[in-house]
């Protein structure tokens, strides 16, 4: 059984989509980007703030499913720019250091409202 997952903790989904998706002992987590839910906009406008951003965003649907960040097993990353790839990467590495998921991060020409960087996950139990 398939179940939509939605925190008030992250911001609301941009479009038709769901925050996330529970099925079985996995959880599909879409895209996040670096929106602050409590006041709507971008939490900043450096790659250290929207990258920190979106893993707390993470970290909020992740956590209303009953998951940790522990049980990340993908991430798919998107950079706006490459040129971001260093900060963005010793970031990342501060939240999945101990058992690191398998990841692809790709830069792209560009990501909804303008964001520096988005992620979505996949977790299972």
Not at 92 to 97: I, N, V, W
Not at 100 to 108: F, Q
């Amino acid at each position: 059984m398939n179940t939509i997952v939605h925190s008030d903790k992250a911001p609301q989904a941009v479009g038709p989509y769901s925050q996330a998706i529970a099925t079985n002992n996995m959880l599909f987590v879409s895209g996040q980007l670096p929106i602050d839910p409590a006041t709507g906009e971008f939490a900043g406008s450096s790659i250290e703030e929207q990258t920190e951003q979106v893993i707390a965003n993470l970290k909020a649907v992740i956590a209303e499913a009953g998951f940790s960040l522990a049980e990340v097993v993908k991430t798919t990353c998107f950079l706006q720019s490459m040129e971001d790839f260093a900060i963005f990467n010793s970031i990342y590495a501060t939240y999945f250091s101990s058992f690191p998921p398998a990841r692809e991060c790709v830069e792209v020409a560009k990501l909804p409202k303008g964001a520096l960087v988005e992620i979505s996950v996949i977790c299972s139990k």
